[in-house]
């Protein structure tokens, strides 16, 4: 029977959607492998379903002299941990979860802009600090989001999703930067550079995707930019921005806050952005709900299934 392993801990029903087709081992461990545990797996099982952090580079490919594991099935879209490249030469399909994300990943972007833009955890943390002494008119006062221009560095899926919902939800005005011209189905201007976005915007969100590309597409020239009362939105990954650009843009007031749910070198946090009072921070929860993860996990048993059946792959990357 086809030996699959799990790389984390999945939800029940992705588990038993797998354990109902192939040998499944899951693995018991929430972090990331180990380069060790990455051959291994390689050389012991024929298919991996691996997540982010588990960083199949050139490396751990060329440690492992004979391979018996003939695809990755990414969990997850972002598939930037997995040098595609390296898996190919070596004989490997690679597949990612592209769709299952969007939604989810969009209402994270809304979120981080609103409790950035109306700082609510700053408000949050002062209640749960015991020192709100109640409403006064100009406590907390924040940016009102109707009527604002958000611009959007990435229109891909989820960004056109976070488009569409500060555009139809919110009023908001849109702009966006990006390879190529896209068809719409709303009214959005297209930038020819992210600094000249990011000068014209009051919410700038990051929705591309990670990798060599896109490394610290984020500097401190296109914070430079950005106007003193702009918030700045990371949903995409984090070594997107230059955190030491950020931390710095932060504390000088160059612009009013920011809002990540990923970071350079995640999961370390530096304490500078911990410190900081115009910046919400968390814990990469993009895609965190369970219909999402059992989603995303269902799609890669189905990249495995119709691997081993020997039909076309549905999410090839």
């Not at 899951?26 to 379903?49: G, K, N």
């Not at 981080?112 to 406590?139: I, N």
């Amino acid at each position: 029977m086809t030996k699959v392993l799990l790389t984390r801990p999945l939800p029940d029903r992705v588990r038993q959607a797998a354990q109902e087709r192939f040998e499944v081992t899951e693995r018991s461990s929430v972090l990331p492998m180990t380069q060790a545990e990455m051959i291994a797996a390689l050389q012991e099982y024929d298919a991996v379903l691996p997540t982010l952090g588990d960083c199949f580079d050139a490396e751990v490919f060329a440690a492992c002299p004979k391979i018996r594991c003939r695809i990755l099935a990414n969990f997850g879209v972002g598939f930037n941990h997995i040098d595609v490249a390296a898996a190919t030469a070596a004989g490997l399909a690679v597949t990612n979860t592209p769709g299952a994300v969007t939604d989810a990943t969009a209402d994270t972007a809304i979120t981080l802009m609103l409790m950035s833009a109306r700082r609510a955890s700053e408000g949050e943390r002062l209640v749960r600090a015991g020192q709100w002494a109640g409403w006064h008119p100009t406590q907390l006062l924040g940016m009102h989001l109707g009527g604002k221009t958000v611009g959007i560095a990435g229109m891909g899926r989820i960004g056109q999703a976070i488009a569409r919902r500060c555009h139809f939800g919110f009023g908001m005005k849109v702009a966006y930067f990006s390879r190529s011209p896209k068809e719409l189905d709303f009214a959005a201007e297209r930038f020819g550079s992210l600094p000249d976005l990011a000068g014209a915007v009051d919410v700038l969100m990051l929705a591309v995707p990670g990798g060599a590309d896109t490394q610290h597409l984020v500097d401190a020239d296109v914070l430079a930019a950005m106007r003193p009362s702009a918030y700045l939105v990371n949903i995409a990954r984090g070594n997107v921005i230059d955190e030491a650009a950020l931390i710095a843009a932060l504390r000088t007031g160059q612009i009013a806050g920011a809002g990540l749910d990923v970071y350079e070198f995640e999961p370390k946090v530096p304490q500078a952005l911990m410190e900081l009072e115009n910046v919400v921070l968390l814990p990469h929860i993009g895609t965190a709900a369970l219909e999402v993860r059992e989603e995303m996990g269902l799609m890669s048993i189905e990249n495995l299934r119709a691997f081993f059946a020997g039909d076309p792959l549905p999410n090839p990357v």
